[in-house]
Nanobody
C-alpha cells in the first residue's frame, strides 16, 4: 500500500483545512486508517482513526469536535476535515494504514501501523 497525503497549508486560527490521503494497492479498502501529526520538537501523536468500512471513527481528545475523518473506498481516499484550527494544531500531518488483523482498540498506537505516507505541513497562525 502506498499513501500520499496532501492539502496542508497556512491558515489563521479559527480557519479550516481539508487533508486528503490517496492510497494505492488492492488492500487499501480493507485496512483501517489513521492520521497522525508531529509538531516541532514533539513526538508524533495520534489524531484520528477510521475503520476499513468507515463505520467506526475515533479521535484524540485535543481534536474531538473540531476534526472529522472520513473515507471513500471507491476512490481509495481518506480525508481529515479540520475546523476551528488552533495554533497548537501546527504540525506535519501524516496518514497511515493500520496493520491487518489488529484490534480496533489499538488504533491509536503508532507502532501498529504498517504503511505511512509522507507528511503535509499545516501551519496555524494566531
Amino acid at each position: 500500500v502506498q499513501l500520499q497525503a496532501s492539502g496542508g497549508g497556512s491558515v489563521q486560527a479559527g480557519g479550516s483545512l481539508r487533508l486528503s490521503c490517496a492510497g494505492s494497492g488492492r488492500s487499501f479498502s480493507s485496512l483501517a486508517m489513521g492520521w497522525f501529526r508531529q509538531a516541532p520538537g514533539k513526538e508524533r501523536e495520534f489524531v484520528a482513526g477510521i475503520s476499513w468500512d468507515g463505520g467506526k471513527t475515533t479521535y484524540a481528545a485535543s481534536v474531538k469536535g473540531r476534526f472529522t475523518i472520513s473515507r471513500d473506498n471507491r476512490k481509495n481516499t481518506v480525508t481529515l476535515q479540520m475546523n476551528s484550527l488552533k495554533p497548537e494544531d501546527t504540525a506535519v500531518y501524516s496518514c497511515a494504514a493500520y496493520a491487518h488483523g489488529r484490534t480496533w482498540s489499538q488504533i491509536n498506537i503508532l507502532d501498529y501501523y504498517d504503511y505511512w505516507g509522507q507528511g503535509t505541513l499545516v501551519t496555524v497562525s494566531s
